[in-house]
């Protein structure tokens, strides 16, 4: 277990890193805005063992990680007391889907931190995995704390390559999907805005066009 200075290091050197990404892309303003008004939350953890096969990888995966040695260590400290859960679960998901990924809030109702209008937390995603294209409300930011993948925001745009110490901002309701590669992969994740929005899949048809689907409802 660790104590709540862990979390709030994590807070500090997170919104450090971003800052710097800041100077040249101004894209990132919410999420290091957001940041600022982060309340302490210290009997919010739900922490618990998860049966999920991406635990056995979680160790290996974190000591691949890049960046600061202080967000390194808060980060490891953190997934080790567990609260991961299956972010995608329950009758008629795509088996995939559910067994090749898994996230841990750090920030919200679960998390050692709270804050009314954003999310913000781990994902471990698992080698050769495809997250299939979905949309969501919420603007969303995903920092490779390591591993490597390629992101796709929008159905026809072209995959860009994403890996430790880079990240990748996703639009309000902008479909995106990711391409894992050969290792498992660690992202710092933020989500703000709509955060009770659902997540649609979008499924492209025969004919070209694109369908959307319930993926998850998050009311």
Same mark, same amino acid.
């Given at each position: 277990?660790?104590?709540?200075?862990?979390?709030?290091?994590?807070?500090?050197?997170?919104?450090?890193? @971003?800052?710097?990404?800041? !100077?040249?892309?101004?894209?990132?303003?919410?999420?290091?805005?957001? @940041?600022?008004?982060?309340?302490?939350?210290?009997?919010?953890?739900?922490?618990?063992?998860?049966?999920?096969?991406?635990?056995?990888?979680? +160790?290996?995966?974190?000591?691949?990680?890049?960046?600061?040695?202080?967000?390194?260590?808060?980060?490891?400290?953190?997934?080790?007391?567990?609260?991961?859960?299956?972010?995608?679960?329950?009758?008629?998901? +795509?088996?995939?889907?559910?067994?090749?990924?898994?996230?841990?809030?750090? $920030?919200?109702? %679960?998390?050692?931190?709270?804050?009314?209008? @954003?999310?913000?937390? $781990?994902?471990? @995603?698992?080698? +050769?995995?495809?997250?299939?294209?979905?949309?969501?409300?919420?603007?969303?930011?995903?920092?490779?704390?390591?591993? +490597?993948?390629? !992101?796709?925001? *929008?159905?026809?745009?072209?995959?860009?390559?994403?890996?430790?110490?880079?990240?990748?901002?996703?639009?309000?309701?902008?479909?995106?999907?990711?391409? $894992?590669?050969?290792?498992? !992969?660690?992202?710092?994740?933020?989500?703000? *805005?709509?955060?009770?929005?659902?997540?649609?899949?979008?499924?492209?048809?025969?004919?070209?066009?694109?369908?959307?689907?319930?993926? %998850?409802?998050?009311?």
């Amino acid at each position: 277990m660790t104590d709540q200075s862990t979390a709030l290091q994590y807070l500090h050197e997170f919104r450090t890193r @971003l800052e710097e990404l800041r !100077v040249s892309d101004d894209a990132l303003a919410p999420f290091v805005d957001g @940041l600022q008004d982060v309340e302490d939350q210290p009997d919010g953890n739900a922490t618990h063992d998860l049966d999920h096969p991406l635990m056995a990888r979680l +160790n290996g995966a974190l000591g691949s990680a890049k960046g600061s040695p202080a967000l390194v260590e808060a980060v490891t400290a953190l997934a080790h007391e567990g609260g991961f859960f299956q972010v995608y679960e329950g009758e008629g998901i +795509n088996a995939t889907q559910a067994d090749y990924m898994i996230g841990k809030q750090i $920030i919200g109702p %679960k998390g050692r931190l709270s804050h009314d209008s @954003l999310r913000a937390g $781990i994902f471990v @995603l698992a080698p +050769n995995f495809e997250y299939l294209m979905h949309s969501h409300e919420a603007l969303e930011l995903y920092y490779v704390h390591s591993g +490597n993948m390629h !992101v796709q925001n *929008g159905t026809d745009a072209e995959k860009r390559a994403v890996g430790p110490g880079d990240y990748s901002v996703t639009p309000s309701s902008v479909p995106h999907a990711l391409h $894992i590669g050969d290792e498992p !992969v660690v992202i710092l994740y933020i989500w703000t *805005g709509a955060l009770t929005a659902p997540i649609m899949w979008w499924t492209k048809e025969d004919d070209g066009s694109w369908t959307q689907s319930l993926a %998850k409802d998050l009311k």
